[in-house]
């Protein structure tokens, strides 16, 4: 126990120790991530194309399989001094609690003011527009975290910032919208009367609360038809799993610093963007057969694309408008219910992930909502952060796979990843506090039916 009590409650990284690269971990994948397809012709998207709607140099990073190491723009890397690096945290609070003999660690990446992980990708996708030239760009934000990412981002640089949000969250979440407000951003409700998309959706749809893929359409479109804007996107992409390979990096470097190695590797899954970037360097180590690792998603059970989807290419927004992507998805009009773990709605997920998943290198589980939160109602308590609904999905197994520890008596080393917090999410704390939170589980019958209007593609 003395030996184990040198390992401080938080690691964290010297200036020095700090990653100066981000890692591709497609470079080591024997099978590569599908690529995106074009809608029309279903070949797949050249650079030219995916240069109308996204940066040129995001565009080089999404298409590139083979460089292992991208140099990470000593700006952002500045800019990301601002609030990294992000603790590992020993969880010896929770440890004691639950009584287990797993070493449990997170790695936190809520302490910023956007609140998650996703100001990782904002400020290098805005650093690249800005680069370019461009006057602004557009975005879908479903729970507010994104928005709230790339408004800070654009405010930093200078730029301009349009974002469609859902609408649910929109009138769940006013702070949230506040908050890209201050800065600078301009936030509308998706589905809206602003876009050729959002109108035709109202028409179908009417009173509908929106979802992700309403909300890229729109952005999407706003983007392609204002001269001196692209879109960007805060998750799925393998340019955004690349920039969050920074968590991962950093994760193993603290790690390292103590000789410990993890026995399994946990994080939520939405779009695939938190858990790639954290598990990544862990990944390329065990694709290149040089150490083993077991590699949990968490899902919500209300929108389960790893456990109950299908791989198959699908189009990453309702609209239609967006390249076809090759992942586990649920169909692009499946609308989950109204869950809570806002960040956690998207009918799809990364290709990276998909492929990691089709490849039997990594497992998915499907939690209940309940049962999440109560998770992190133990965690805030013992732990003191109070976590996103998102991140608790993730603490949920942690805890579930602690506890079998405690009856085998194994002294597994768990590593999970802690998104964010939850101070914008008090409207979910209260539904559970109060009884009122259910746990929706789409039927067999309604996943069916939507899977039935995939595009058919060779
Ligand atoms: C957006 C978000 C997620 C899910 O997105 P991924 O791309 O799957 O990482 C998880 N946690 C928080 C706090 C988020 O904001």
Same mark, same amino acid.
């Given at each position: 126990m003395s030996e184990e009590k040198k390992i401080p409650y938080k690691i964290y990284l010297e200036e020095n120790e700090m990653p100066q690269s981000w890692y591709n971990v497609r470079a080591d994948m024997k099978n590569k991530p599908a690529p995106l397809l074009n809608?029309?012709?279903?070949?797949p998207m050249t650079a030219e194309e995916l240069g109308g709607v996204f940066c040129e140099e995001l565009v080089r990073q999404e298409l590139d $399989?083979? +460089?292992p190491y991208i140099e990470i723009p000593q700006e952002i890397r500045d800019f990301y001094?601002?609030?990294?690096?992000?603790p590992l945290v020993r969880a010896y609070c929770l440890e004691e609690k639950l009584q287990t003999p797993a070493k449990i660690y997170y790695k936190f990446e809520? $302490?910023? +003011?956007?609140?998650?992980?996703?100001l990782n990708s904002a400020i290098a996708q805005a650093y690249y527009a800005k680069n370019q030239g461009l006057k602004g760009v557009t975005t879908e934000t479903g729970a507010g975290q994104w928005g709230t990412a790339l408004s800070m981002a654009c405010s930093y640089l200078g730029l301009d910032c349009k974002v469609y949000m859902v609408k649910v969250s929109y009138e769940q979440k006013p702070f949230r919208r506040e908050v890209m407000r201050t800065y600078g951003a301009s936030v509308v409700p998706s589905p809206s009367e602003t876009t050729q998309v959002g109108r035709k959706i109202l028409a179908e749809h009417p009173g509908t609360t929106g979802s992700l893929g309403c909300a890229i359409s729109e952005a999407v479109e706003v983007a392609v038809s204002n001269p001196g804007y692209r879109y960007v996107l805060g998750s799925v992409l393998n340019q955004v799993l690349l920039h969050q390979s920074v968590i991962g990096l950093e994760t193993k470097a603290a790690l390292d610093k103590y000789n410990i190695k993890p026995d399994m590797i946990i994080g939520c899954a939405g779009g695939g963007s938190n858990l790639g970037g954290l598990i990544s360097p862990f990944m390329g180590e065990k694709l290149r057969g040089e150490a083993d690792y077991q590699i949990i998603a968490v899902e919500p059970q209300s929108c389960p694309s790893f456990t109950r989807g299908v791989y198959a290419y699908d189009f990453c927004d309702t609209g239609m408008v967006c390249p076809l992507a090759k992942m586990y998805t649920l169909g692009c009009d499946f609308i989950p219910a109204p869950n809570h773990a806002g960040g956690l709605r998207y009918h799809g997920m990364s290709p990276v992930l998909s492929q990691l998943y089709a490849d039997g290198l990594m497992e998915a589980r499907a939690v209940p909502q309940t049962a999440v939160f109560e998770a992190a109602e133990q965690f805030a308590r013992v732990e003191g952060i109070l976590p996103a609904p998102e991140s608790s999905h993730a603490i949920k197994v942690a805890i579930d796979e602690a506890m079998k520890c405690k009856e085998t008596g194994e002294e597994k080393t768990i590593v999970f990843g802690l998104t964010g917090t939850g101070y914008f999410d008090m409207v979910a704390y209260e539904k559970f506090h109060d009884g009122k939170m259910d746990d929706y589980i789409p039927t067999d019958e309604e996943l069916a039916r939507f899977r039935a209007k995939l595009p058919k593609v060779g």
């Open positions: 809608p029309g012709t279903l070949q $399989n083979e +460089t001094k601002m609030y990294r690096p992000s809520g $302490n910023n +003011t956007s609140g998650s992980h996703k």
